[in-house]
């Protein structure tokens, strides 16, 4: 069938459609209805029995020079027309006659803080309750397996051991030593103005053994280890190598996320038993050297002032933290998309989180032992 452009006819306030209205004649085709505009025309006075082929751009044109509800009208009521014409008239008449949605105005500076404020109160709440399903899914593993001890995957366990808490030492010996010094250092300007230098030694080994310790250690493996298990978990996912383990009939949960988790509640006493002790010795170094409390007498007055009970608050707060820490990387992990770029998000969402939990709880936890005298 032999090309021929569009064009229009108008006699004794008759229209009449002809030709291909397509994109090769648009520029033409378009100079011609702009000579129109202004002219108001209804179906009963329109011809489109001779209209040719027609596409989305020649039917936007029509509806330009007609309007929506006449196209329509048109395309519904002449039979002429093939049926895939009259469809693809009425479709893009529909399309175009819907009014575009307005601009939202924007909200006063208070409803819009509350605005804000309720969808930050909403997106909490979710997390937790997230959280709080994804604990008790590891919790019911854990019944499930530990009976079990066929379905036990010590290899992933020991191998997230060593990840998370044998590389972590120095770094957590580093630090607290660090801590330890400047707490001395610190506490003996403050007190040396009422004579009490001694009770430095008392200062240092209070706040390392019941907060600092467990604190710092917990704080370094929720930047450390949870963003690691984020990235790991998340990788898998994007890869879907998590929708592999399902089709083979395996849990992700069994086997990636209680290896992890058991490995952490491990990791985080050891590196907190060890953050203790060195920032004893930070304390200590500085005592020696700015106080003249020699080695043995700090230890002395350590052994007779300190009881036991510091010891065991601190170190009761660290397999807490940790599973909370490793459940919070796993979980972010999980929820990773099909992205690279939902990796780097949930990794960032997974230490923040870490790290404001252990604050929290930290926090939640002195108060308790000191309401309760311990």
Known sequence: MRRQAGSLEEENGNLTIQGDWTLLDYKALKQIVESRSGK???????????LGRVDTAGASLLISLLGAETLMALAEQDSALPQEQRALLHAVADAMRQPSSPEPEGLAPIPQFLSETGKSVEAIWHLTYLLAGFIGQIIATLFVIIPRPSRWRVTPFIAAIQNTGLNALPIVALLTFLVGAVVAFLGATVLKDFGAT???VNLVAFSFLREFGVLLAAILLAGRTASAFTAQIGAMKVNEELDAIRTLGLDPVELLVIP??????????????????????????????ALDISPAQFMAIVERDIALKHFLVGMSKAPFLAFL??????????????????????TTASVVQSIFIVILLDAVAALFFMEMGW
């Open 260 to 289: 992890r988790v058991l490995a952490m509640m491990v990791s985080l006493p050891i590196l907190t038993f060890v953050g203790m002790l060195s920032g004893l010795v930070g304390g200590g170094m500085v005592c020696a050297l």
């Open 325 to 346: 820490i490793a459940a919070i990387g796993c979980l972010e992990g999980l929820k990773v998309g099909g992205s690279a770029q939902s990796v780097g998000v949930h």
């Open 198 to 200: 001694i009770y430095t």
């Open 40 to 50: 108001n025309f209804s179906s009963n006075n329109v011809d489109l029995t001779g």
